[in-house]
């Protein structure tokens, strides 16, 4: 029994490193803005974590510092019991012509299943959130505050449940009410 025993020194000499700031990181470190910087992407692509509640602030600081274009937005669930997570993955297009490489980043908010599911709309800052914004929350049921349309895109408006979270029980019968 005593091999199982962790001695204390062996664990303050293993230190966790960390992360370097990338760019990005840096520019919102300079405008003061709180993130956590992740793990760089199987592409090195920047990826920082970021609060619910500063979603639009950094988002907005992006945008003015070049990153124009929303490519993608999206979500994932980390398992049953886990957190949901929302991403974005902004660009820099006006780099495209001049670089062989843009300017990219990865920004993820993650949520508490059993918390408060929200995340402010991204709507007026990019209009291409619109549909995105809709499929995150009828797979995911994250609700996008301050969305102009705030219904589900895929599913019937009376399904119960987030088909794509990985605790989702699928119904045994589903009764299409206006069916051709």
Not at 8 to 14: A, R
Not at 115 to 120: C, E, N, R, T, Y
Not at 172 to 177: K, L
């Amino acid at each position: 029994m005593e091999g199982n025993n962790t001695n204390s020194e062996e664990l303050e000499s293993k230190q966790i490193p960390e992360l370097e700031s990338g760019p990005i990181s840096k520019i919102l470190k300079q405008e003061g803005l709180d993130h956590i910087i992740e793990n760089k992407d199987h592409i090195g692509v920047e990826i920082l974590n970021i609060p619910p509640t500063s979603l639009i602030t950094i988002v907005s600081t992006l945008k003015d510092k070049g990153f124009n274009y929303l490519q993608c937005q999206g979500g994932y669930d980390e398992g049953p019991g886990k957190r949901i997570v929302c991403f974005y993955h902004l660009i820099s297009i006006e780099e495209l012509n001049n670089s062989e490489k843009p300017r990219e980043v990865r920004l993820k908010v993650y949520l508490e299943r059993g918390g408060d599911l929200k995340v402010p709309s991204l709507y007026k800052i990019f209009r291409g959130s619109d549909w995105q914004e809709r499929e995150t929350y009828d797979m995911f049921g994250v609700n996008f505050t301050g969305h102009p349309h705030p219904k589900r895109l895929l599913m019937p408006e009376d399904w119960k449940g987030w088909p794509l979270r990985k605790d989702y029980v699928q119904p045994d019968f589903y009764e299409m009410q206006d069916a051709y």
